[in-house]
């Protein structure tokens, strides 16, 4: 992986770390005495409990490795409580006029992204777009495909 920022908030670093803490300290002791356990059966070969477990291991210490990156390069940004302008934290209302329908979302960092509950990344193609606007602005958000729309900025909470 190359050198990424991740910029997140203070609880978003302290849930990071807890997710780690658990990761390392609870779940793969857990992991280790299955695989232990499903070894004493015998023959691996054709064990489903003991590939369950190693599958289960290769999994957690994937998300393992993941988490201290990310906590390696994690770039703490307070929240600001001024609302004049878009940052991280927070609530947008935005119109877009071609489906002409308004949507809320809450910018957030790339570790608590929850798009069915409106959370989105402040590097998403929207969160980009938004970040730094205030409101009744017009923003141009640029996908991935090359294509563009427009949201108007109804409100910042």
Do not use: W
Not at 12 to 34: F, G, M, Q, T
Not at 45 to 70: H, L, M, T
Not at 138 to 157: A, D, H, Q
Request: hydrophobic letters at 35%; one cysteine or more.
């Amino acid at each position: 992986m190359a050198d990424t920022q991740f910029i997140m908030t203070q609880k978003n670093y302290d849930d990071l770390k807890a997710e780690l803490e658990y990761l390392v300290k609870i779940k793969r002791p857990e992991i280790i005495e299955r695989i232990a356990e499903a070894r004493s059966h015998g023959d691996l070969s054709e064990n489903a409990e003991y590939d369950a477990a190693r599958e289960e291991q290769r999994s957690n210490e994937g998300k393992i490795v993941e988490i201290e990156y990310k906590i390696k390069n994690a770039v703490i940004q307070a929240i600001v409580a001024d609302n004049s302008s878009v940052h991280l934290g927070s609530v947008v209302t935005v119109y877009d006029p071609d489906m002409e329908e308004e949507e809320t979302y809450t910018l957030t960092s790339v570790t608590d992204v929850d798009v069915m509950a409106g959370k989105i990344s402040i590097e998403s193609p929207v969160g980009k777009a938004l970040l730094n606007k205030k409101k009744g602005d017009t923003v141009t958000v640029k996908c991935e495909n090359g294509s563009t729309y427009e949201l108007e900025i109804k409100e910042i909470k």
